[in-house]
């Protein structure tokens, strides 16, 4: 079992729509957990952390389920420039960074 | 805040050949970090720095590949005998010990 699991799409929207991401960690001990996006062949940027209590940042909204291990990404009011992968991240408290495979999101005209 | 700089952009290179990537990381910043990412995966981690130390190495770092960061600022990222598998992204990131990963653009590495 992969240490971050993500669902690879594509998923594919409307302008407008509300989208979900999910994506799940097998390591409990998790102490910290990111959305990065990345853009086609750019490097990684950090989109949001992840909050216990959940966060919003705009039209984002990132929670975490410890009891389930997951994290989930919600975009509202899709944007044409909402078009990326979105890399969940799991940090565990030593030193090392772990990456899902990403997730793509295309937002149609 | 000048980011993270990584050197060259884009190597292409014929099997056997040896290769070395710079990555200059963010200037307060005391952690660095090598990924690799191939199309459709997400970055792998490959080693860490803290300061000078190299404290960890995957297990995906094969004796060809070796990395330093001799004064604890810039780090180097060595492959010898490239292979076509070594074809990838090679992502350098850095930050402090509160901060999150910030990358670089990484160098796109092609080997024919």
């Known amino acids: 079992r992969k240490e971050v699991e993500q669902d690879p799409g594509p998923f594919n929207v409307p302008e407008g729509a509300t989208v979900a991401f999910n994506c799940t960690y097998s390591n409990s001990a998790s102490q910290s957990f990111f959305w990065y996006r990345q853009d086609c062949r750019k490097e990684p940027k950090l989109l949001m952390s992840v909050y216990s209590s959940g966060n919003e940042d705009g039209r984002f909204t990132a929670q975490l389920n410890r009891a389930s291990q997951y994290i989930s990404l919600l975009i509202r009011d899709s944007k044409l420039s909402d078009s990326a992968t979105y890399l969940c991240?799991?940090?565990?408290?030593?030193?090392?960074?772990?990456f899902g495979t990403g997730t793509r999101l295309k937002v149609l005209a | 805040d000048t980011g993270v700089s990584q050197d060259p952009r884009h190597k292409i290179t014929k099997r056997g050949q040896n290769v070395t990537f710079r990555c200059d990381p963010i200037s307060e910043h005391n952690r660095l970090y090598w990924y690799r990412q191939t199309l459709g995966q997400g970055p792998e981690f490959l080693t860490y720095f803290q300061n000078e130390a190299q404290l960890e190495k995957s297990r995906l770092l094969s004796d060809r590949f070796s990395a330093e960061r001799p004064k604890g600022s810039f780090s180097t990222l060595e492959i010898q005998r490239t292979e076509q598998g070594d074809s990838a992204m090679y992502l350098c990131a850095s930050r402090t010990a509160n901060s999150p990963l910030h990358f670089g653009n990484g160098t796109r590495l092609t080997v024919t």
């Open positions: 991240v799991v940090f565990s408290g030593t030193y090392k960074y772990i």
